[in-house]
């Protein structure tokens, strides 16, 4: 069934979302968290894929404060560039406001079981690892968020399971970065890294062929169901 945009209400006021049904209306939750290029319609047909697997999943629009609804496309260089200045003006702490409220508004929703997981790329994935450390969610799987190699800090806080996905080839993340990742998380047993041989930054954006790597996206999916079916029940 096809999704519909919604507003949710946050802590310093009320914005957008993406919200995909399962069949049954009924679920645990799963917010999933954009890239740099907002809740386009990539962001949206990964909701509706949740949703398919048996998940209320809401995509927030996390770039309202600096423009409602941003919806870009990363083939296009100037849409490109367009992202990444969202993304240095955007407040990663009000972001995982804003991500929190979206949990407590899935939490409430009619069908809801109460248990919210998240997932999120690129910007999205440095979120959804400081959202398993900060806010209430059952469970996180970020891909390749980029900066979580500055944030190790935040790590001995998450007490939830948490899978980082992470690009063999990532241009944003080198393999200094990576090293330090698996390092800076090793002793949380609640965390568990997957690094993808061969892989690019955003290889599961199925929209941009310079990157989308199928095998490698089908097996992180499959590593995060199987996470939220054990974690969210």
Not at 15 to 36: C, D, H, M, N, R
Not at 94 to 123: H, S, W, Y
Not at 192 to 221: E, N, Q, S, W
């Amino acid at each position: 069934m096809a999704g519909t945009d919604i507003t949710i209400t946050g802590k310093d006021g009320a914005f957008g979302g993406y919200l995909a049904l399962p069949s049954g209306g009924k679920g645990p939750g799963v917010v999933i968290i954009q890239e740099i290029f907002g809740v386009n319609p990539w962001m949206r047909t990964v909701a509706d894929w949740f949703a398919g697997q048996g998940y209320m999943a809401l995509a927030p629009d996390l770039f309202w404060r600096q423009k409602p609804n941003v919806q870009l496309d990363p083939t296009k260089d100037a849409e490109f560039k367009e992202g990444f200045g969202y993304y240095n003006n955007f407040s990663v702490e009000k972001g995982v406001e804003d991500i929190q409220a979206a949990i407590t508004a899935l939490r409430k929703m009619p069908g809801a079981t109460g248990k919210v997981g998240n997932l999120g790329f690129c910007l999205g994935g440095l979120l959804s690892y400081l959202t398993a450390a900060r806010t209430d969610t059952d469970a996180c799987s970020s891909y390749y968020g980029g900066g979580i190699n500055t944030m190790l800090g935040e790590a001995a806080k998450i007490k939830v399971p948490t899978l980082l996905h992470l690009a063999g080839n990532d241009d944003y993340i080198p393999a200094e970065a990576q090293a330090a990742i698996k390092d800076g998380v090793k002793d949380n047993a609640n965390i568990t890294v997957h690094i993808y041989p061969g892989t690019a930054h955003g290889f599961c954006r199925d929209t941009d062929p310079r990157h989308y790597d199928a095998a490698a996206c089908k097996l992180a999916h499959s590593r995060t169901v199987e996470l939220f079916k054990k974690a969210l029940v």
